[in-house]
């Protein structure tokens, strides 16, 4: 009997730690999330001009759901330390939640892949049509060319707009 409640004692203190292990996993890649976000935010903050509004929001969007993945992976680690059972079942479900939600923004993300490039060729148009006119349209192209080695949105032909 007392060989019994020793395995069950090992098993439980096993999943104990494979908890903690986990969750610290869980906020690593929740901290990676982060870096990437305000990467992304930071490198395509310049190019905001060739960005509609509604599109700029996935870099703040991933680094809100980075915070929100560490303070879940806080809740899994304290309630393994304390071995709280609620602690525990609500990691689980908050893990639940946000699997759903990276799913549906994977299924959004694929349904938007056309409507990206499509508003990129439309506001790359606009900005080549008003590059002469807008001194802040032109600072803009030229930092993109800058940055980018070449810049074409379907041909040479675009360029033609510049040279009349």
Excluded: W
Aim: with cysteine; net charge negative; hydrophobic share 55%.
């Amino acid at each position: 009997m007392a060989n019994r409640e020793l395995e069950l004692n090992s098993g439980m203190r096993c999943a104990k730690y494979m908890l903690i292990v986990v969750s610290f996993m869980f906020a690593l890649t929740a901290i990676l999330l982060v870096m990437v976000g305000t990467t992304i935010q930071t490198i395509f903050g310049d190019f905001s001009l060739f960005i509609d509004g509604h599109f700029s929001s996935p870099p703040a969007l991933l680094i809100a759901i980075g915070f929100i993945l560490v303070a879940v992976a806080t809740l899994g680690a304290y309630g393994a330390v304390k071995e709280s059972v609620m602690l525990i079942n609500l990691y689980g479900v908050c893990l639940f939640l946000v699997f759903i939600l990276e799913v549906s923004a994977a299924i959004a993300a694929f349904v938007m892949q056309s409507q990206v490039r499509d508003m990129l060729m439309r506001t790359m148009n606009q900005a080549l049509a008003d590059y002469e006119t807008d001194n802040n349209v032109a600072a803009a192209v030229d930092f993109m060319q800058s940055g980018v080695s070449t810049i074409m949105t379907a041909s040479v032909l675009d360029y033609e707009i510049l040279c009349t």
